[in-house]
């Protein structure tokens, strides 16, 4: 029952390690201190208390116990947070959902397996690819390839297709990842639909691998980027690139920097800028937006100084004042981007 898995979360999660991961605490008499992070304030009143495995803040009055806590700060429902602390208890969830719900939870689950293994599948490749010699001729150090696995997909047809069906995936199951594509006009006919690219797998709020983007390692690529399509785990309107790595720098340093590409923000967050994210292959919309204000309602807009970034910079400000966010733009020098400014000079 879900009763049972609430209590048994409870008993191997305090409090704290609930809330510690999000705000600075500190000890104050019998119960932690920190500053709330729902409200903007300069002296502490949200309260932990171990005892009664509660928090409250006296400034802005919420409160509530540790899943309460997780629903409104990663903006989930009551079985969204179940779920994220199960995974963090290492507690199995078993009866909480219908057999509908259980077979759609099943099928989506398989995908994420799908999709965790074709990002190690992908990585494993690296070393030594063309890949990673370009991810170095463009500044990345070698933790920060290791950190956000970057990989490469060989220049072949069916190298990860015929890897992961050996391992047990369907070809339904691959094709309903984005992992393949059917050949047009042959009918059963399947092939990898990343090849010869630098892999960037794009993860959820949660850090769970949902997507890749391909850059093209060939000069002569129609597709200088390619993306993962719409899937049941990725929803492009929905998913900010990098936000599961940004979203504690967000917080703690109160703005968001949004910048254009994979690389800008890989490079932007090895300089120390650990709060950019960017968009993944497609405009920025209200679903973004709202995310962006789970964690701050400051935005900085770093887009590419050339004529699609300046229009993309007044539509997307545009977008984001009517949603209530500041908004603050970055000029940069004409024909630039974050990644060439950042390997120039750093500081």
């Keep these: 029952?879900?009763?049972?898995?609430?209590?048994?979360?409870?008993?191997?999660?305090?409090?704290?390690?609930?809330?510690?991961?999000?705000?600075?605490?500190?000890?104050?008499?019998?119960?932690?201190?920190?500053?709330?992070?729902?409200?903007?304030?300069?002296?502490?009143?949200?309260?932990?208390?171990?005892?009664?495995?509660?928090?409250?803040?006296?400034?802005?009055?919420?409160?509530?116990?540790?899943?309460?806590?997780?629903?409104?700060?990663?903006?989930?429902?009551?079985?969204?947070?179940?779920?994220?602390?199960?995974?963090?208890?290492?507690?199995?969830?078993?009866?909480?959902?219908?057999s509908a719900d259980k077979e759609v939870a099943s099928k989506k689950e398989r995908l994420r397996e799908a999709m965790n293994r074709a990002s190690e599948w992908y990585a494993g490749h690296l070393k030594g690819s063309t890949a990673?010699?370009?991810?170095?001729?463009?500044?990345?150090?070698?933790?920060?390839?290791?950190?956000?696995?970057?990989?490469?997909?060989?220049?072949?047809?069916?190298?990860?297709?015929?890897?992961?069906?050996?391992?047990?995936?369907t070809i339904q199951e691959l094709l309903a990842a984005g992992l393949i594509k059917e050949a047009d006009g042959k009918q059963g006919t399947y092939y990898d639909r990343f090849r010869n690219r630098l892999i960037f797998p794009i993860r959820d709020i949660a850090g769970r691998v949902v997507a890749f983007t391909g850059r093209a390692l060939a000069a002569d690529d129609q597709a200088k980027y390619l993306n993962s399509p719409e899937t049941d785990l990725y929803h492009k309107s929905e998913i900010l690139f990098g936000m599961d790595a940004a979203k504690d720098a967000i917080r703690t340093r109160g703005f968001t920097c949004l910048v254009e590409g994979q690389m800008d923000v890989l490079l932007a967050h090895q300089a120390g800028?650990?709060?950019?994210?960017?968009?993944?292959?497609?405009?920025?919309?209200?679903?973004?937006?709202?995310?962006?204000?789970?964690?701050?309602?400051?935005?900085?807009?770093?887009?590419?100084?050339?004529?699609?970034?300046?229009?993309?910079?007044?539509?997307?400000?545009?977008?984001?004042l009517r949603q209530g966010l500041r908004v603050k733009a970055a000029r940069l020098p004409e024909g630039k981007d974050p990644a060439d400014l950042i390997s120039e000079d750093s500081k």
């Design 1 to 98: 029952m879900a009763k049972d898995t609430v209590a048994e979360i409870k008993e191997r999660l305090s409090i704290q390690d609930i809330v510690s991961p999000y705000v600075k605490l500190r000890r104050a008499g019998r119960s932690l201190v920190g500053l709330c992070p729902f409200h903007k304030e300069k002296t502490g009143s949200f309260h932990v208390s171990l005892e009664r495995g509660s928090w409250h803040c006296f400034g802005c009055g919420l409160g509530g116990d540790g899943f309460s806590f997780i629903e409104k700060i990663e903006g989930v429902d009551f079985k969204g947070a179940l779920k994220m602390l199960a995974e963090k208890a290492g507690v199995q969830i078993t009866t909480i959902y219908s």
């Design 132 to 169: 990673e010699k370009y991810a170095k001729s463009r500044n990345l150090t070698d933790e920060t390839i290791r950190t956000w696995r970057l990989g490469f997909a060989p220049d072949a047809w069916r190298a990860l297709l015929e890897a992961l069906t050996a391992e047990g995936f």
């Design 273 to 320: 800028f650990t709060n950019a994210i960017a968009l993944s292959g497609t405009a920025l919309t209200e679903r973004h937006l709202g995310l962006m204000k789970r964690y701050s309602e400051n935005l900085m807009l770093i887009l590419d100084a050339d004529q699609a970034g300046f229009k993309a910079t007044a539509r997307s400000a545009e977008l984001a």
